[in-house]
């Protein structure tokens, strides 16, 4: 089967400008989450879809992370403005019955 | 929050054996024990979970204690491509599914 798709793969942008990330899950895969990995550290959910509605978006950092689930499948995920801590890795997985989920390979934000 | 303790880094020689420790002393009665591993610029991937039994396939083995407060993941015989970061996840059945992440053990497997 196709894995999870991101992109793009790197994104470089300055402070304060805005930028979205896209992830297209495995098809059939009802739940999807994204991850913030930080340098050196685990990844930290950010927000989880059951569908295209929010399940947990308790990490999320709503005055400047918007998400949305556009008819249960592919998912943006928006940063505006940025900030120099948001460098990142961006990582979106998708599962269907909970247990094991799937990765994308990740978006890579520098933010200077 | 992680419930997990794991060692920063351990070292293993390629073609031995990979024994990877994690303590879990809160793990509750519905919560299972994933493992993931995360090579270098690459996500997560998924490599064993289980409950109460030692379980194993086609990558590795995963030994938990009969208390359940701690866990073994062994890798029978390891390669270079086996360098990775090693995340041991305790998660509830429950309907949320979250895969909170610790810091994780890196194995740096030697030629």
């Known amino acids: 089967e196709a894995g999870v798709a991101q992109s793009p793969r790197y994104k470089i942008i300055e402070k304060r400008q805005s930028v979205a990330f896209w992830c297209n899950p495995i098809s059939g895969h009802a739940t999807l989450y994204w991850y913030q990995q930080i340098l050196g550290q685990g990844p930290k959910l950010l927000i989880q879809?059951?569908?295209?509605?929010?399940?947990?978006d308790s990490q999320l950092p709503k005055d400047r992370f918007s998400a949305e689930r556009l008819k249960g499948v592919d998912s943006t995920l928006k940063i505006q403005p940025a900030k120099l801590e948001d460098s990142a890795v961006y990582l979106c997985?998708?599962?269907?019955?909970?247990?094991?989920?799937?990765f994308g390979s990740g978006t890579r934000l520098t933010v200077v | 929050d992680a419930k997990t303790t794991q060692p920063p880094s351990m070292d293993c020689a390629e073609g031995r054996a990979a024994n990877l420790p994690c303590n879990h002393s809160?793990?509750?009665?519905?919560?299972?024990v994933y493992w993931y591993r995360q090579i270098h610029s690459q996500g997560p991937q998924y490599i064993i979970h289980g409950l109460k039994n030692n379980e194993t396939n086609e990558m590795a083995s995963l030994i938990i204690t009969e208390d359940r407060k701690s866990s073994t993941l062994i890798l029978p015989h390891a390669t270079l491509r086996d360098t990775a970061v090693y995340y041991c996840?305790?998660?509830?059945?429950?309907?949320?599914?979250?895969?909170?992440f610790g810091t994780g053990t890196l194995l740096a497997v030697q030629p």
């Open positions: 997985a998708s599962s269907s019955t909970g247990y094991g989920y799937t």
């Open positions: 809160t793990i509750s009665g519905n919560e299972y």
């Open positions: 996840i305790v998660r509830d059945g429950g309907a949320t599914n979250k895969l909170i």
């Open positions: 879809f059951q569908n295209n509605g929010v399940v947990d």
